[in-house]
């Protein structure tokens, strides 16, 4: 007999309209859910019930995240980023009435610390780092100066990084070549400098990196898809990326720390990568591994006058999946797994690895729009320990006796490590999975 279908473990209903974004905060024992009419809505995944509910913006909401474990980014379409204060002291004072219930008085909203004005016309979602290398964005030691990068004001295809607490513009990212509109971002620091990975609306993708010059250089430009990219995520190794469309790819891209030498290129030129209709990945054998390649410098000014460079061109495997739509790609915190919400309401996982579906979650009725996953890494020794769980004891009468925690800790500990997957969709209904 066939394994049965699986089913979520929670269903979370509340919004009226469709769920956009989603995001796990303070250790997973919160979950963020933002939708269409600019409502977020934060659960206490301990009880499964919300913990604090106000209207973030006049307009649709793009993106949501977790900075440190007192506040909140929310970005929507009213042209506004706004940073929240919200440690687990403020939710005390808000309203937990979600939005499908009527109330006749506007719902309260926490401290705005930081209100950004910048472009939403793209529907481009923001993307955050530390400012520093080696720090974090989540947990009690975050980073307490981080950088933003959101599509440019003026010029779509542009894309402006500002820093935060500071709300100073510090660049201002430019292609020289013509890709449409920016449609996903991600800023990390990798072997030392700034990088920026972004989707635009002609199905490129590209990795751009800060030299010591202060000029950034495109180290990697590829056109995988031939619809617009929806969703990007970073692999945890920080190695490669992984992006999705409107149209049935799903490719993995490297994320090279220099250009090529066209001497190396030349011996190279005539691979490519074939789309597949199964699904099994395609592996591309162009890139070098920057050990491999003793002809690339990262910054161009230091390289020989007779060496020309160009950017990375191959991705490193494409697939055809054969669905059209998958948007919100994440990639799970210890990067064996992604997964991406469908517009035929499938929430899909994959194998990082081999880019092989693994798994399918179907529950939503119409289209899927937001994917998270709980990051589970950094929280396995997060909460109550295990030790004090329900264990046999000595006490001073020499009885054995039971050494327990409470309900609420064990529930805890549970959040903080179960390894979730949400999915939000067009029908204001978040889903809750424990699968892997």
Not at 247 to 255: K, Y
Not at 426 to 436: A, I, M, N, Q, T
Request: proline fraction near 5%.
């Amino acid at each position: 007999m066939a394994e049965s279908a699986p089913a979520p473990k929670n269903i979370l209903r509340g919004h009226k309209a469709q769920v956009h974004a989603a995001a796990f905060i303070r250790d997973n024992e919160r979950l963020v859910t933002a939708d269409a009419e600019g409502y977020v809505v934060v659960w206490d995944l301990v009880i499964m019930r919300p913990s604090a509910v106000w209207r973030a913006h006049e307009n649709s909401i793009l993106g949501v995240r977790g900075w440190g474990r007192d506040k909140v980014i929310t970005h929507g379409r009213d042209h506004k980023l706004i940073v929240w204060q919200l440690a687990e002291q403020d939710e005390q004072s808000l309203d937990t009435v979600l939005p499908v219930e009527h109330v006749a008085q506007p719902r309260r909203q926490p401290w705005i610390l930081y209100l950004l004005e910048v472009n939403t016309l793209n529907f481009c979602s923001f993307a955050a780092c530390p400012r520093r290398d080696g720090e974090t964005i989540c947990g009690p030691d975050a980073s307490t100066d981080i950088l933003v990068a959101v599509p440019n004001m003026l010029a779509s295809e542009a894309i402006d990084v500002f820093a935060l607490p500071g709300q100073s513009r510090l660049y201002t990212v430019k292609s020289s070549v013509k890709n449409g509109l920016v449609m996903s971002l991600r800023l990390l620091h990798r072997a030392g400098c700034l990088t920026l990975l972004a989707g635009f609306e002609d199905g490129c993708a590209s990795v751009q990196r800060l030299c010591a010059s202060g000029a950034w250089v495109t180290t990697y430009r590829s056109q995988a898809h031939s619809q617009p990219i929806l969703s990007l995520d970073l692999h945890p190794s920080q190695e490669c990326f992984f992006t999705s469309s409107a149209d049935s790819i799903i490719a993995q891209h490297p994320i090279p720390t220099a250009q090529q030498s066209l001497t190396s290129s030349a011996s190279i030129s005539g691979q490519s990568i074939r789309e597949t209709g199964s699904s099994e990945a395609n592996s591309a054998e162009p890139f070098v591994s920057d050990a491999d390649a003793p002809n690339i410098t990262a910054d161009p000014d230091a390289s020989r006058p007779t060496e020309r460079l160009q950017e990375w061109k191959h991705p490193l495997k494409i697939i055809n999946t054969k669905h059209s739509g998958q948007q919100s790609l994440k990639v799970r915190s210890d990067g064996k797994v992604f997964a991406t919400a469908g517009w035929d309401s499938k929430i899909r996982v994959y194998s990082s690895k081999t880019l092989k579906e693994l798994a399918v979650l179907q529950w939503h009725k119409v289209g899927a729009y937001a994917v998270a996953f709980a990051d589970v890494a950094q929280n396995l020794s997060a909460g109550p320990s295990m030790d004090k769980v329900a264990g046999p004891s000595v006490g001073s009468n020499g009885l054995v006796g039971t050494a327990s925690v409470s309900v609420r800790e064990r529930r805890i500990r549970q959040a903080r490590t179960t390894h979730w997957i949400v999915a939000g969709a067009k029908d204001g209904k978040v889903s809750l999975w424990d699968l892997y």
